[in-house]
């Protein structure tokens, strides 16, 4: 079955940096995309940043513009989310998601249990 193994939440101090890593598995097709969403406790849940398989592109909220940077690694199934420069509006439970038959991550067909990550002021 379809797996998504986030990892890499934590507290961190407002200015720092926190990288989160995905390992999806299960899946055979070629055409797909892993993303990144987050809800805060109370708030809506929003897309943070996406990876898709057909060139490798990226795409980014505009509220994590230049300040996070998504990566795939050599297996390109295992994706990162560096963050830097984090604020306390970045405080979320980070989830994983997996977009089958698709580049966009709009949809996620599968998610994962979450990471949180806590940025204190």
């Known amino acids: 079955e379809v797996q998504l193994q986030a990892s890499g939440g934590g507290l961190v101090q407002a200015g720092g940096s926190l990288g989160l890593s995905c390992a999806a598995s299960?899946?055979?097709?070629?055409?797909?995309?892993i993303g990144w969403f987050r809800q805060a406790p109370g708030s809506e849940r929003e897309g943070v940043s996406c990876?898709?398989?057909?060139?490798?592109?990226?795409n980014y909220a505009d509220s994590v513009k230049g300040r996070f940077t998504m990566s795939s690694g050599n297996a390109k199934k295992t994706v990162y989310l560096q963050m830097n420069s984090l604020k306390p509006e970045d405080t979320a439970v980070y989830y994983c998601?997996?977009?089958?038959?698709?580049?966009?991550?709009?949809?996620?067909?599968?998610w994962g249990q979450g990471t949180l990550v806590t940025v204190s002021s």
């Open positions: 998601t997996l977009s089958l038959y698709s580049w966009s991550c709009r949809a996620p067909d599968y």
């Open positions: 299960g899946f055979t097709v070629d055409d797909y995309a």
């Open positions: 990876i898709s398989s057909h060139d490798g592109s990226t």
